[in-house]
Structure formats: C-alpha cells, structure tokens
C-alpha cells in the first residue's frame, strides 16, 4: 500500500470525479486541525482518506468519511489498511461508504468482510438529493408549490442574498440556530478553517441573507465534481415572515449549478423511511423533524447510504468505546 502525500492524493482524486468531498485532501486538512491525524492511501486502483482520533494510552480510532474511493474490490484494500491501523494502536476502524441504498446481499460480502454494522453514525446516512440537470424553471418546478412561493415572497419582500467572508458573524448565528433548534455547533475556528481550506480554489461559499442590510440567514455549501453540498446553516429569530432561509437555499442551488453540479445534497433528515417521515412531519419539530418539514418542500430525492460499519480491532475496548460514545450528546455534522 502506497502512503502518499496531498499532493498526490489530489492527483489520484482527479480521475475521480464523482468522489466525495469528504475524502479531500482539503478534507484532511480541516480536521487535522481539531485532533484528527489523515493519512492518503492507495492499494492498486482503491484509495481513502483516514482519519485518526487518538486516545488516551496510545490508542486511537479510525474513520473513513464516505469513501474508498476508485474502483476495485474492498476486500483486497482493507487488509491494506489494517496494517497502518494496528501501527495507529486502533480500537477499531469506521466506514462510512458513499454507496447508497439499495444494494444486494453480495455487496457485503464482497466489499465489507469482517464489518459490523453500527448504529453510532457521523455523518447523516439519508438526506433529499435536489436534480440540477435542468434549467432553473425545472429546478422551481419540481418543488413543493409553498416553497416556490416561499422563495418569490422573500424576494417580494426585499431579502437579497449575498457571498460574504464573514465567518464571525456566522457563526453567532449558529449558536443562535444551535440553541433554538438543539443543535450541535461547532467553534468559530471550525467554520472558519473550513471556508479557509475551500473557498480559495472555489470549492466553497458562504451566503447571506439580509433585509435593508440586517443579516437574517446564512449558509456554507461545497462543490466538488458534479455534486454541492449544504453542509452547515443558521438563521436569526428576526423577520422571519420574510422567508428568508427559502430563498437562500435557491441562491445556493443557482451557486451550485454555476459551478458546474448536477445535484445539491440537502444533507441530513431524520433517519426514518419515506412514509414514517410523511406520516410525522406535520406533528413533529425536535431534532432533525424541523428540519424535514422545510428540506422536503424543494422536492428532492430522498435517498439513504448503506450507513456505519464497523472493523474491530480490539472488541473489549471496543465494547467500552461504544459505552461511553452512547452517552455522549451528539456532534455537529460534517
């Protein structure tokens, strides 16, 4: 197994452009400032970016964000990889594949043997994916009439939209956000090695929007290949009549398609099928259930990855990981 530098990791993620942005070495780098150690790999024609979190007493954990990438079989890759965590003293490695649902019994068997499933997730296995591959009337048409009219009232009503490079004034409207919906937020410096790390080869903006120059909303979306990403997003409890996050979120999908996307990943609903989400929303807001209720109006796909899975290491250990995660209160996304 080849250990390569970010540099050549980029090399190897240009024949790949359908891969995720979570497996960037711009990816790597954001979370190597906040305890996490990347390492870039390749095995023939597979490759991942790996995250390590260590613990006390040398040992660590390893994570996979929606990767491997490239073709090839998994099997081979992974005792590849096993090498380079048992030198990282891992508890366990984590998988989370960029491999939606559904998928037959032999693709568990041919590319993840010797996983466990887990239901600790990071990153949120079902999320709305929005179609950009038609014009922008399309795009409006496809979604929910109240949304349409939620976006054309916002501009009515005089809310603009703007890039900005504000990244303090974002983030005091997340912890805004974070402690009107219960919501994980990350620091400050989170968000803004993250606009750091993307926005200056393009990969990243961050929108506001505002009525007679007042911040009302904003969010930071990602592009990388075809796809953009609406990974974080805030809102004030000011003039909130004005419907101002509708009109955002199509600000950023007209951003996206300028770009050169064909989808914007809504990211992140309620993990429940289709029908238990319809049959709920109207009567549920806690958690993600708000959060529903507004993504499901731009008339997506929603769609579902194959989840968590789980290579131990150590089980004992692992057991105890598993313990004490459960009781933590859960991070932010991304």
């Not at 956000?177 to 903006?205: I, K, N």
């Not at 806690?286 to 290579?311: A, H, S």
Request: one cysteine or more.
């Amino acid at each position: 197994m080849q250990r390569l530098t970010p540099q050549e990791w980029d090399r190897f993620f240009e024949e790949h452009p359908q891969a995720h942005i979570l497996q960037t070495s711009s990816w790597g780098q954001l979370k190597s400032a906040f305890g996490w150690k990347p390492h870039c790999v390749q095995h023939n024609e597979l490759g991942a970016l790996i995250l390590f979190r260590h613990l006390p007493l040398g040992l660590s954990v390893g994570y996979i964000p929606r990767g491997p990438v490239g073709e090839g079989a998994w099997a081979d890759f992974w005792p590849e990889v096993d090498a380079l965590c048992r030198q990282e003293r891992a508890i366990f490695l984590r998988v989370e594949p960029d491999v939606w649902e559904p998928v037959s019994p032999e693709f568990f068997q041919r590319h993840l043997p010797g996983f466990v499933q887990s239901d600790q997730t990071v990153q949120p296995p079902r999320t709305i994916i929005m179609d950009l591959s038609g014009d922008e009337d399309q795009t409006l048409m496809a979604m929910k009439s109240k949304t349409r009219y939620n976006i054309r009232l916002a501009q009515r009503k005089d809310v603009l939209v703007r890039e900005s490079k504000d990244i303090g004034a974002f983030h005091r409207m997340m912890l805004t956000t974070g402690e009107r919906d219960a919501f994980g937020v990350h620091s400050l410096d989170y968000y803004q090695r993250a606009y750091d790390c993307f926005a200056p080869h393009g990969a990243c903006v961050l929108l506001v929007a505002e009525y007679q120059g007042q911040p009302l909303a904003a969010l930071m979306a990602f592009a990388q290949g075809d796809t953009a990403w609406y990974f974080y997003g805030a809102s004030t409890n000011d003039e909130r009549n004005r419907m101002p996050t509708y009109l955002l979120q199509w600000e950023a999908m007209r951003w996206a398609k300028k770009k050169g996307c064909q989808t914007y990943d809504l990211w992140g609903v309620p993990d429940l099928s289709e029908s238990e989400l319809e049959d709920a929303f109207l009567d549920r807001s806690d958690g993600l259930w708000g959060v529903y209720r507004f993504k499901r109006g731009f008339g997506g796909e929603l769609k579902r990855t194959i989840g968590t899975w789980d290579r131990i290491y150590q089980p004992l250990l692992y057991q105890a990981y598993q313990l004490w995660s459960g009781r933590r209160q859960a991070p932010a996304g991304a």
